[in-house]
């Protein structure tokens, strides 16, 4: 975990040397401000777990910057120290956001007592948000299966589980990056601290920019109050990059800054915050050659891509198949409150001899459409609709195919066409109907399931 950050508002020196030499000598990190502006300055930047404010200070009283304070960031508890024990200014600090109130001289060992109370229930808090969203998310082991390619990726990834550099996850559609991203996070040590992810392809350059960094008010038409960038919610945890390959080339050098120097600025802000991010980031795309074609920036990619996972396709571990497509089904039964739907002989061949361009996505996909259109009982080969089919076949994923599949996959292609009449289709084969329907047997193709439904 990171160390405990304290900021001290105080503006005699004496008190700031004390404090700071005693909590420094007990592991705190101490930033100091001297006035209203610099208080708000320090707070904004420094990002503290606990602000300390003394009650009087040269351009105002405590009083004032509290809710100011508060406006920043309400989750930083506030003690506010005083001269003169006074009822009154306890109950008026508390009623402006005070969790403490402090009497001078301080005690430096209550201050610490207090101190360390307040970090761990901020702390608390913050590890009771985080998991509840995980409880909600439920988190999904992302090494289904017991392929040796599998197994080395889990080996390897448990290798870095524990450290803080970037993370360049790479992989085709749908074959489990973000499942691997929120693993990292879940099982590391910023586990307690949001996971906050966005994906970069699906945002503008602008929209982007204001996702990640945040705005200050009036930063741009339409800019009514201030805004917290993704960076700042994900501070102390994880920031997951999806699609980063997409990420505009004018994004791309601020990310470089936070990632090299830990601070960033709002748009329209005159003044850089200090931030602390791990960054995980994904891609389908091979980043090194958009780097080396210029299409990436080289810097960036070199940071991002200090530690690699490359995430393997389905269609490269076709003995997990099976077993993974039993486990979706038990699932896919129980969110039915029904048992597990089995799968015949000629399924499971189908599933393991597909190709999978759309991967785990697409296995989900094609079972759960399965189970949702056939009768009941476990599931044949002609309960199977895979994606590749609806349009034409996608090329690529053709070289792994069977004849027999790939004969299948013409035949349900014209019978979708044809909406399951047999003999246009068997026209537009060019075969008998005879020859076309002992081929729909043999294959375990039901025609029905292509018929058009009633009106
Ligand atoms: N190991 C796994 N166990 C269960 N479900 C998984 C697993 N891996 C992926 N999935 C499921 O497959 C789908 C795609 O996974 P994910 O979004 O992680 O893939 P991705 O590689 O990030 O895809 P994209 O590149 O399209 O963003 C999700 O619905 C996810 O829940």
Same mark, same amino acid.
């Given at each position: 975990?990171?160390?405990t950050r304290i900021l001290l ?10 404090m700071?030499?005693f909590l420094?000598?007990h592991g705190f990190?101490v ?17 503290p777990d606990v602000a300390v ?24 508890p506030l003690v ?19 969790e403490q109130?402090l009497?001078?001289?301080v005690?430096l060992a209550v201050l610490k007592v207090v101190l360390d109370r307040l970090v761990s229930q901020r ?166 050659? @958009? #780097? =080396?074609?210029?299409?990436? &920036? !080289?810097? *960036? +990619?070199? /940071?991002?891509?200090? $530690? ?117 289709? @068997? #026209? =537009?084969?060019?075969?008998? &109907? !005879?020859? *076309? +329907?002992? /081929?729909?047997?043999? $294959? ?12």
């Open positions: 975990m990171t160390r508002v105080d503006d005699e020196p004496g008190i700031r040397l004390g700071r030499g420094t000598a990190d930033d100091e401000a001297t006035s209203l502006a610099e208080a708000q300055e320090a707070f904004r930047t420094s990002r404010v003394d009650y009087r200070l040269t351009d105002g009283t405590a009083l004032e910057l509290l809710p100011r304070l508060k406006d920043i960031d309400a989750s930083v506010v120290l005083t001269g003169h024990g006074s009822i009154e200014l306890a109950v008026q600090a508390v009623k402006e956001g005070a109130f009497t001078k001289p005690e702390r608390e808090r913050q590890r009771l948000l985080a998991e509840r969203s995980r409880i909600l998310r439920g988190t999904v082991n992302p090494f289904m299966g017991g392929s040796a390619t599998i197994r080395a990726l889990q080996a390897q990834a448990e290798r870095i589980i524990e450290s803080d550099s970037p993370v360049l996850i790479t992989g085709e559609t749908g074959s489990g990056k973000s499942v691997l991203a929120r693993w990292l996070h879940e099982g590391g040590p910023r586990k307690d601290a949001p996971f906050v992810d966005l994906n970069c392809a699906a945002l503008s350059k602008d929209l982007l920019d204001s996702e990640l960094f945040g705005h200050e008010k009036g930063a741009f038409t339409g800019a009514v109050a201030a805004k917290q960038g993704l960076l700042e919610v994900a501070d102390r945890g994880t920031l997951f990059l999806d699609e980063i390959g997409d990420m505009d080339s004018a994004v791309q050098p601020k990310l470089l800054k936070v990632l090299e120097e830990k601070r960033f600025r709002r748009l329209g802000d005159v003044r850089d915050r200090r931030v602390d991010v791990r960054l995980i980031a994904a891609t389908h795309q091979d980043l090194a050659v @958009a #780097a =080396r074609d210029k299409r990436f &920036r !080289s810097d *960036l +990619y070199f /940071r991002v891509s200090t $530690l690699i996972l490359h995430v393997p396709p389905l269609r490269e571990r076709p003995e997990d198949i099976v077993g993974m497509a039993h486990q979706f089904l038990a699932e896919l039964g129980a969110a039915r409150g029904r048992g597990s739907v089995g799968l015949r002989p000629d399924a499971e061949m189908a599933l393991t001899c597909y190709a999978w361009p759309g991967n785990i996505r697409e296995l989900r996909n094609v079972l759960e459409r399965a189970v949702l259109l056939s009768g009941g009982g476990p599931l044949s080969r002609g309960d199977l609709r895979f994606e590749a089919t609806a349009g034409e076949p996608a090329s690529d994923a053709d070289d792994h195919l069977t004849l027999e599949e790939l004969e299948r996959r013409h035949i349900e292609r014209i019978l979708r066409r044809e909406h399951g009449h047999v003999e246009r289709a @068997a #026209a =537009r084969l060019g075969i008998p &109907r !005879s020859s *076309l +329907y002992e /081929r729909l047997k043999r $294959l375990g193709i039901n025609r029905s399931g292509f018929q058009k439904p009633d009106p």
